[in-house]
């Protein structure tokens, strides 16, 4: 039931792991995201398919939820794709369980926000392109607002509704995802990055990032590509 419910919607990514941690389907949308075909995924761990740093964050969620019994819902992560973009997504992980309540392991679901952003509210598409071209700047909501040509309320209304954040996380979200750029695309030293992106200082920078990513800025910078 669930691989048709999310089979063919090109903004969904959709897996299913065993006990063990060994895919056991995978649908197009997240075979795409590794650049390989759905039958390559199968079989395989996220030791084989990720950067041990981002594989290790990864394993962690799952064990938790195996664990627990408690689903992970709605976790914002920035992900790389396999042809080297940067990605939002929102993930949620549940066990799956038998009839005889045992468990056959978890699924997966993750939906590209992207689509969301490029399809977003005239307004809130003029405000994110402003914060972009100035990542640094303390923004405060009044002043994103009125980019937006909305009240802050309004504004409050509609990041939530259509991104499922605040308009100040939404500020904090595309920070990350410019520093996670110059983390990538530039030697700068982290302390200079935390600066440039508009953090207060680099140990909420990093807290903030291990938040989002589930590791260091440093460890980003030496997982491999």
């Not at 090109?10 to 995201?33: E, H, I």
């Not at 761990?45 to 939820?65: C, H, I, K, N, W």
């Not at 939002?88 to 066990?95: A, D, G, I, L």
Request: glycine residues 10%.
């Amino acid at each position: 039931m669930f691989a048709d419910l999310v089979e063919g919607i090109p903004q969904v990514l959709g897996c299913m792991k065993d006990p063990a941690g060994r895919y056991v389907w995978s649908n197009t949308g997240f075979a795409n995201r590794l650049g390989i075909r759905p039958d390559e995924v199968v079989g395989r761990t996220v030791d084989e398919l990720f950067p041990v740093e981002f594989a290790r964050s990864y394993a962690g969620q799952d064990a938790q939820v195996l664990a627990t019994g408690r689903p992970l819902q709605s976790h914002l992560e920035l992900i790389v794709r396999a042809d080297g973009g940067i990605g939002w997504y929102v993930t949620s992980k549940s066990r799956l369980i038998g009839i005889d309540r045992s468990v056959w392991g978890l699924a997966v679901l993750s939906i590209d926000l992207q689509s969301q952003l490029e399809s977003a509210h005239a307004g809130l598409a003029r405000m994110i392109g402003r914060v972009r071209e100035q990542v640094g700047h303390p923004w405060r909501v009044p002043e994103l607002a009125s980019i937006a040509g909305l009240s802050p309320k309004q504004l409050e209304r509609l990041t939530s509704r259509t991104l499922g954040l605040s308009p100040q996380r939404l500020v904090q979200r595309l920070r990350l995802e410019h520093a996670v750029r110059l983390i990538t695309d530039t030697v700068e030293s982290l302390g200079a990055i935390s600066a440039e992106c508009g953090f207060y200082d680099q140990s909420s920078f990093t807290k903030q990032f291990r938040s989002v990513l589930g590791l260091t800025p440093g460890a980003y910078r030496r997982a491999p590509s």
